[in-house]
């Protein structure tokens, strides 16, 4: 069964393969699917089950979505919605989404566009931000312990008292980003990172229970990998 309706596993599809025109309105539940760039029409979404759904670039503006389960799914500023639907706010994740507290753990975000949105207290864990665009983002209080933010934009990032436990930074564009107040970067790789200049020696200031905790994925200390950012001659 799947909700109230029986499953025929010979007319299944796994929800990734959805496509739009095969829309089954007893049950729709494309979640994971591809619909980037696509023309929904006036499709009846309504409950519909869209989470982790690719909505970049998507038409939904004549679509109904009452009641459509979008939490995780993507978008950008091409996606189209119908006036008053309140996008930000429905769980998707684009730029300027509202995410505070959110449970975005092991949540896959690689290339995801996120500027304007507002992630303070957000739970990322273990999130693959990889080549994410961050500038200008607050983050103040979230966990992004074991995160990876390799060749991640964090141009002006607020990280305010978050959590960078592990973290993977290598080769982030970290200029103007706040990390002064950070809880902890104990096992953070920041080897090939831009922009943290004067940063550097404050964040070599932390403790060294921080600073020398080895890092198994990345194999190298925090130490290391802000020591190897300086130049000969500092």
């Known amino acids: 069964m799947v909700g109230s309706v029986p499953l025929n596993l010979r007319t299944w599809a796994a929800p990734e393969s959805v496509h739009p025109e095969q829309i089954n309105r007893k049950c729709i539940d494309a979640r994971g699917a591809n619909w980037s760039e696509q023309d929904l029409g006036s499709q009846d979404l309504r409950n519909a089950n869209l989470c982790r759904c690719d909505?970049?670039?998507?038409?939904?503006?004549?679509?109904?979505?009452?009641?459509?389960?979008?939490?995780?799914?993507?978008?950008?500023?091409?996606?189209?919605?119908?006036?008053?639907?309140?996008?930000?706010?429905?769980?998707?994740?684009?730029?300027?989404?509202?995410?505070?507290?959110?449970f975005l753990n092991n949540a896959d975000l690689r290339g995801i566009d996120l500027r304007g949105a507002v992630l303070m207290g957000a739970y990322l864990s273990g999130a693959d931000l990889s080549g994410a665009l961050l500038d200008g983002v607050s983050l103040a209080g979230s966990d992004l312990r074991f995160a990876i933010l390799r060749g991640a934009m964090c141009r002006?990032?607020?990280?305010?008292?978050?959590?960078?436990?592990?973290?993977?930074?290598?080769?982030?564009?970290?200029?103007?980003?706040?990390?002064?107040?950070?809880?902890?970067?104990?096992?953070?790789?920041?080897?090939?990172?831009?922009?943290?200049?004067?940063?550097?020696?404050h964040l070599l200031n932390r403790s060294a229970l921080e600073l020398d905790h080895w890092n198994p994925l990345t194999r190298g200390t925090t130490r290391t990998s802000l020591e190897s950012l300086r130049s000969p001659h500092s």
Do not use: Y
Not at 168 to 195: P, T, W
């Open 55 to 102: 909505l970049r670039g998507c038409d939904l503006s004549r679509c109904q979505l009452e009641g459509t389960d979008l939490r995780l799914a993507r978008f950008d500023h091409a996606t189209t919605v119908p006036e008053g639907f309140d996008l930000f706010n429905s769980g998707a994740v684009g730029p300027g989404a509202k995410l505070n507290g959110a």
């Open 156 to 201: 002006a990032t607020r990280f305010g008292t978050s959590q960078l436990d592990l973290a993977d930074f290598r080769g982030a564009d970290l200029q103007d980003a706040a990390l002064d107040n950070v809880e902890s970067i104990k096992g953070a790789d920041f080897s090939h990172c831009s922009g943290l200049n004067e940063q550097i020696t």
